[in-house]
Each structure stands twice: as structure tokens, then as C-alpha cells.
């Protein structure tokens, strides 16, 4: 079996990364948190809409007995503003949790190969009846995620 995955990762890593995530959102205190049909209903700024955004907060500063009452610039710019900083931060935290998503896929796939092979070498072992592999089976079997839906979850015997 190929092994892709070989990382032991420390409470204290994990205590460190977790310190490091609040800090970081200590630090960004003006974030928002929106509810799904709060992102539906939003106007989406992609990155081919950055060059857009940017030419008409040119315009508007340079041309400011045009830009409405109910428009502030000042907001204006601060939005264009926090676009350009935080996507400076979140390009390489998307890069971080791809990589950590990617490693948590392939260990739990790893490890899920390596319990069906332990399964499978449990299973013989049962058949055959070596001592306390039976029990074994049982609790391995019911846990089993292949299990059909609506089989009974109660140990039945090795055949």
C-alpha cells in the first residue's frame, strides 16, 4: 500500500494554529458574516470586475459633482481599499486550506484502505475460527460503513 500521508500532528501544533486563527481575526475585527440568502442576493464583484471597480473610483474622485448624494466616496474607497489588502491574505489561506483538505482526503483515505485491509484480514480470521476474532468481526462488522441501510445493526454469526 502506498503511504502519501505520514504526519503526526501535535496538540500543541494544533493549540498554535488555533491561537494564530483567532489572532488573525482579532486583528480584522470589521469582518461580516453573512447568511446564505444574504451572499444570493449580493451584487458579485469577480476578478474580472476589479479593473471596473477601480476605473470608476478613479472617475469618481476626479469627478466628484457627478457622483450622487447618497453615494459616499469615502466608503467607496474604503471598500476598494479592503478588496485590494484582504485579498492579499486570502489567496494564500485558500492555497492553506486546500492543502489541508487534500491532506485530510488522502489520510482518510489511507486510513480507510488500511481498516478495510485489517477488515478483511479480521474476516479470514474469524472464518477460521481463530480465538477472539469473532468478536472482533462483530464489532468491526456493524461499524462497517458498507453496511446496508436497514440491516440490523445486532450481531449476527460468523458463516
Do not use: W
Not at 8 to 23: C, F, H, P
Not at 53 to 77: C, D, I
Not at 87 to 114: F, H, W, Y
Amino acid at each position: 500500500m502506498e503511504n502519501k500521508v505520514s504526519l503526526e500532528v501535535t496538540d500543541e501544533a494544533i493549540s498554535k494554529g488555533l491561537e494564530n486563527l483567532r489572532e488573525i481575526e482579532q486583528r480584522f475585527a470589521g469582518l461580516v458574516s453573512l447568511l446564505n440568502d444574504d451572499r444570493h442576493n449580493l451584487t458579485k464583484m469577480g476578478d474580472k470586475s476589479v479593473a471596473f471597480v477601480n476605473k470608476a473610483l478613479q472617475h469618481a474622485l476626479a469627478n466628484p459633482t457627478v457622483v450622487p448624494g447618497y453615494l459616499s466616496l469615502e466608503e467607496f474607497k474604503k471598500d476598494v481599499g479592503a478588496i485590494s489588502s484582504l485579498i492579499r491574505l486570502v489567496k494564500p489561506m485558500r492555497q492553506l486550506l486546500e492543502r489541508l483538505d487534500d491532506t485530510m482526503m488522502c489520510a482518510g483515505s489511507e486510513a480507510m484502505n488500511a481498516a478495510l485491509v485489517f477488515y478483511s484480514a479480521v474476516k479470514t480470521a474469524a472464518r477460521n475460527n481463530e480465538p477472539g476474532m469473532k468478536t472482533v468481526y462483530e464489532d468491526l462488522r456493524y461499524r462497517y460503513p458498507g453496511r446496508p441501510k436497514g440491516q440490523s445493526p445486532n450481531p449476527s454469526p460468523v458463516s
